[in-house]
């Protein structure tokens, strides 16, 4: 396994980090995680335009830029040019002295790995999501390595046996531990605005730029707990995720076993069709 690591490609045993990155000692960093497909790393511009705006948020001075043959050389070397991979990318404010404040000066640490991935066909099973409180920050659209809120309502999930967290905030649901949220109702797409609630995931700009094409109605508005039993349908998204149909969203049931809901099928072929095409840029 090869990692990329400040301008080097190393074998992963030997990818060191100082315990003094402030990676390690804050979560203080942003990171990226794409995959490629036969044609391309899917919306590779869209995945690196969000790591450089996230950077930006936190004044981590990079230029994505400097990346892009860093990952050629890193996905020829892991053998995947052009191979069906999954790509990790993180970036940190670097090594400094452990003081809260961002230290002047210091250099970026850039991380980059690639495993071999087959991203499945849409995923055909559904997902049984708890609700869990939204105990998270209020910065949730920054991409940040500090994942915590994240992987503790993911955990829930899964210790009791469900797929998905669902988070619910003031009453609000904002989106997954990983994924975003949408809903159905009456044939229109409903989703959580993207503010600092939630993580403005590429996958759901997907959905939301299908929609268009394919002349479903949407409204980017909060949507209440109390209203889960009006909606129609309901589906995660994500990079890995794609477009899942939800079957459980705590108490509710959404259709019956395996029947996906109209809209959600309509979105997931459109989708489907989407990474046969060259999304590469
Ligand atoms: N929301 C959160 C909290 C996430 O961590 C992710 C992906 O990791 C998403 C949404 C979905 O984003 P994307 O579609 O860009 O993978």
Same mark, same amino acid.
């Given at each position: 396994?090869?990692?990329?690591? &400040? ?29 490629? =497909?036969? &044609?391309?790393? %899917?919306?590779?511009? @869209? ?7 996230? =950077? ?16 050629? *050389? ?7 040019? /052009? ?6 990318? /993180?970036? +940190?404010?670097?090594?400094? #002295?452990?003081?809260? @404040? ?47 809120? &994240? ?14 967290? @669902? !988070?619910?905030? &003031? ?7 990983? +994924?975003?949220?949408? %809903? ?18 590429? +996958? ?9 094409? =394919? ?6 508005? #909060? ?18 995720? /794609? ?5 459980? !969203? ?6 019956? *076993? ?13 989708? @489907?069709? =989407? ?7």
């Amino acid at each position: 396994k090869k990692v990329y690591l &400040n301008g080097e490609i190393l074998d992963s045993h030997d990818a060191k980090i100082s315990v003094f990155d402030r990676g390690f000692l804050f979560g203080d960093g942003i990171y990226e995680v794409m995959v490629q =497909l036969e &044609n391309g790393i %899917f919306y590779k511009k @869209a995945h690196l335009d969000r790591l450089q705006d996230n =950077l930006d948020k936190i004044s981590i001075l990079f230029d994505v830029r400097d990346i892009d043959d860093a990952l050629i *050389g890193l996905l020829s070397a892991s053998g995947l040019s /052009q191979k069906s991979s999954l790509i990790y990318m /993180q970036v +940190t404010r670097g090594i400094a #002295p452990r003081k809260h @404040a961002y230290p002047k000066g210091a250099a970026a640490s850039v991380m980059m790995y690639a495993l071999p991935y087959e991203l499945p066909p849409i995923n055909p099973k559904r997902m049984k999501a708890i609700i869990e409180s939204d105990f998270r920050w209020h910065r949730c659209d920054i991409k940040s390595i500090s994942l915590l809120g &994240n992987i503790m309502t993911n955990e829930a999930a899964m210790e009791s046996g469900n797929d998905e967290a @669902a !988070l619910v905030r &003031n009453g609000i649901l904002t989106e997954g531990s990983h +994924t975003n949220i949408f %809903f159905v109702r009456d044939g229109t797409v409903i989703t959580h605005p993207a503010d600092e609630h939630i993580l403005n995931g590429i +996958t759901r700009k997907i959905v939301l730029q299908l929609c268009g094409e =394919l002349g479903i109605p949407v409204m980017e508005r #909060p949507l209440r707990e109390e209203e889960i039993p009006d909606m129609d349908e309901a589906f995660f998204t994500g990079t890995t995720t /794609q477009i899942a149909s939800i079957s459980q !969203l705590g108490d509710h049931s959404f259709g019956h *076993g395996d029947e996906v809901g109209r809209t959600t099928k309509k979105l997931q072929g459109a989708f @489907a069709l =989407l990474r046969e095409k060259d999304t590469a840029e």
